[in-house]
């Protein structure tokens, strides 16, 4: 399989906050992304944007300029308004958060939303919050359902949803085509250290369900800001498994860091990961 074969799109914030969009997309094109990944986080910047009516045009009119498309969202705020928390008013604004994620994937023409997979994070888990979550998912698989817009969650840091196994079993638990998985390859490396498992095996649990892959890496004890090449993750064996499994939707995230060159890393980033799709 080659590089052609699948889309490779560049995280949000593996560039300046204080670029533009027209930036943004010139940038990640010129490095040889095929598509952008919109950051929704738990910052009010971004959630910020969720009821903003000019942002959507602002977007939409730099894809129209630079002909790169937003393709995926990572919608993180729930880590800070969980579906599964203990307060009624987090809650409400958790399914409000949801509501225009899924309104602004719409507009921008994004297929995928990256769910984080927690039942709560800054609250202890328990089994009340974890069958919240539960009933609060299923609302929001029925809005996403309405909107034609395919949701996956992500393999987080926590126990809660740390391997691809464990999103499964709330995927089937719901049972909608609209509820996938959206793997990140560092944090189930890790995940698999810790139980002594093996990754392929993991992402073998998720088959016909994974709907994109995020390529991140990671060292043991440590889940973001490591640079590609610097950490354990099987790059190889991990994206040869996911290809075979079908999945054809990747997102290289990494962090944008002041004392480098953006569009360098952009491009040395796209290049070490082609590698492995052409091998």
Not at 70 to 85: D, E, V
Not at 102 to 107: D, G
Not at 232 to 253: I, P, Q, S, W
């Amino acid at each position: 399989m080659a590089r052609s074969d699948v889309r490779l799109g560049c995280y949000e914030k593996a560039m300046p906050s204080n670029w533009t969009w027209v930036n943004k997309c010139v940038a990640a094109k010129d490095a040889g992304y095929d598509f952008i990944e919109i950051s929704i986080d738990e910052t009010d910047e971004k959630l910020a944007r969720l009821d903003d009516s000019n942002f959507a045009s602002t977007v939409l009119n730099a894809v129209k300029l630079t002909g790169m498309p937003i393709r995926t969202m990572c919608l993180s705020g729930h880590r800070k308004y969980p579906l599964g928390s203990e307060h009624p008013e987090t809650v409400i604004r958790s399914l409000d958060i949801f509501t225009k994620a899924v309104k602004l994937a719409e507009c921008l023409g994004i297929r995928i939303i990256q769910l984080a997979g927690y039942d709560v994070y800054y609250e202890d888990s328990s089994p009340i919050t974890r069958k919240r979550f539960l009933e609060n998912l299923k609302k929001c698989v029925a809005i996403a359902a309405r909107h034609g817009v395919l949701l996956g969650f992500e393999t987080m840091e926590t126990p809660f949803m740390d391997t691809v196994s464990k999103a499964m079993a709330v995927v089937r638990a719901v049972d909608s085509p609209y509820l996938n998985v959206y793997p990140d390859l560092g944090n189930c490396t890790n995940a698999a250290k810790l139980y002594r498992t093996e990754l392929v095996d993991d992402l073998h649990s998720g088959q016909g369900r994974i709907v994109a892959v995020h390529i991140k890496e990671t060292v043991v004890g440590k889940y973001r800001e490591i640079p590609f090449g610097k950490g354990h993750v099987d790059f190889k064996n991990a994206l040869k498994t996911c290809m075979d499994l079908g999945v054809r939707m990747y997102v290289a995230e990494f962090w944008y860091d002041s004392t480098t060159e953006a569009n360098d890393v952009l491009k040395s980033n796209h290049d070490f990961l082609t590698a492995y799709f052409n091998d």
